[in-house]
C-alpha cells in the first residue's frame, strides 16, 4: 500500500509556472529525504532537486537553478516543486523518489540511491 504519487503537471506555455505535488501514503515523508527526476525522451533519467529530511538542506541542477523550489510540508506528507520561467527543455515526465539511507541535513540526487519512487507526472512546455 506504500505509494508516491505525483500530480500538477500540464501543457504551459514556455515562461508559465507549475507546481507539481508529490504525495506520500502508508509510510511518513518526515523520515526520508526526497528526490525530484526527470526523464525526456531518448535521454536518461535526471536528478533535479532534492531536499534533506529537515528541509535545510537542498540542491539543483543547474539548469534549473533560479528558476524551480524544491520544499516539503511534513504535516501534509507531501513535497512539491516549484517550477517558474519554464523552458521547452524542461519537458519530461518528472518522478519524485524517497530514501531514508540519509542523515537529517543530507540529500542527493542519485536515481540509484532512491528506495521509493512514483509513477510519474508529464510536464509539457509548448508554445
Known amino acids: 500500500q506504500l505509494q508516491l504519487v505525483e500530480s500538477g503537471g500540464d501543457l504551459v506555455q514556455p515562461g508559465g509556472s507549475l507546481r507539481l505535488s508529490c504525495a506520500a501514503s502508508?509510510?511518513?515523508?518526515?523520515?526520508?529525504?526526497i528526490g525530484w527526476f526527470r526523464q525526456a525522451p531518448g535521454k536518461e533519467r535526471e536528478g533535479v532537486s532534492c531536499?534533506?529530511?529537515?528541509?535545510?538542506?537542498?540542491n539543483y541542477v543547474d539548469s534549473v537553478k533560479g528558476r524551480f523550489t524544491i520544499s516539503r510540508d511534513n504535516a501534509k506528507n507531501t513535497v512539491y516543486l516549484q517550477m517558474n520561467s519554464l523552458k521547452p527543455e524542461d519537458t519530461a515526465v518528472y518522478y519524485c523518489?524517497?530514501?531514508?539511507?540519509?542523515?537529517?541535513?543530507?540529500?542527493?540526487?542519485?536515481?540509484?540511491?532512491?528506495?521509493?519512487w512514483g509513477k510519474g507526472n508529464l510536464v509539457t512546455v509548448s508554445s
Open positions: 531536499i534533506s529530511r529537515s528541509g535545510g538542506t537542498t
Open positions: 502508508g509510510f511518513t515523508l518526515d523520515y526520508y529525504s
Open positions: 523518489a524517497a530514501t531514508n539511507a540519509l542523515t537529517y541535513t543530507m540529500c542527493v540526487m542519485r536515481p540509484n540511491g532512491m528506495r521509493y
